[in-house]
């Protein structure tokens, strides 16, 4: 079996070592790459095809794994060309997925969550094909979630509303704190309920939401445009709290 | 030294089976109490009183353990009459501590955290008196949070602001979850990060919001009330959650 590989960040050279088999061959092409990648590539040790159009054309499965804004253009130049399973890897909206899935017929919509060079990352699987990849749970916890297309990134979207609203309010409540002079007291209080790592992780979540917050501001309006015909009391609020 | 017990609930029971000294003598009275109560004191085995009055007068330390509606009431009541220190155990406001130190001279503002009959609860403690019952850390796990007299409230309120809000925002993103078909997986994802008993907590703390929504609204008006200077952006959505 051969897999191809469009994009050649962490998540491919992961895969690599991950998926360690006798029978399953890389290959990925130099075509118009940085010296840098290319030099990556070297590293990895695994053949190396002129084109991007033959690493279609010679995959079982097609790995697009560069970028959510090029994502579509991949799909359309190089997933309409496989004859192979084409799996997505970016982190995509569910909109370009439906786009996506009009250009490529065995389109996997699919998503490696938990840090993809951590002891257990998880990949979870959707599209009428994802069967197919299931095989892979051998070398990474593999999940289907179901045979729509869209269900990962949407899950990926309401896994992103949580923690994003969340961060707004842990910003509200420890700044509350801070002014009654009580924010290392409100940590300690709410880590007995909340488990050890409250603090920390809380503490970490505010700092990332503050140092990016006009990103996280527009992923909470991309969620709130996705989801409009629900309600969206919490996130909306939280969109507000991070713009003030 | 004497302790003298005002309300004999879990709390009562549960200090009498925690501060166990040949020092320490705990005292109550029947005066007024329920057959259910009266029971309940006799299995304790410690000294009974004629009256409340009787049991304030001879108590190094007097603790009211009741209800909050009748804290003001036992603080005029009996606080007044003690020269102990005055430590109120029941879960009332900050506006409720300042109305009890005009009464009392040697208030102590405290709260047991974590359930009192677990392995772990814990004293926390405010009020300049409040070194005086430093001593009790032999028996139960002792804080000082400042020599502010409503701090701990303060600390207590900080708390529920942040754990209903919390929950307002699990039941937005789990109803968005579910009308995606996706509620299993929404938990499961978030267990990765956020820990494996992510799940049955939040459940749980979203049957228990939804069962009583009409009072933690009544809590989350308090806490807008009280903190009414201050930003409440998310704890004012949180409210407009819950009624809807």
Redesign the interface.
Known sequence: MIIGLIGFGKVSKNLINLIQSEDIAFITSFEGRSQKTIDSIKDADIQVLTTFEEVALNSDILISASSPKNALKVARDYGKLTKGIYLDLNNISPKTTFEISKHVEKFVDGAI??KIDSTHP?L?VCGKYCDELLFLDKYIDTRK??DNIG?VA??KL??S???K??S???I??S???E????KD??FE??S??E?DEFKDKSLSRINNTLNSSKRKSEELEEIIDY?EN?????????L??LN?
């Open positions: 969550i938990g998880i979870y979630i179901s269900d949407i899950l309401l896994r509303t949580y923690t609203t969340l707004a309010l842990l509200e409540a700044e509350l704190a002014d009654y002079d009580l007291e409100f209080i709410l007995l309920t488990g989801f629900n309600d969206l009391t919490m996130v909306k609020a939280a507000k709290k003030q």
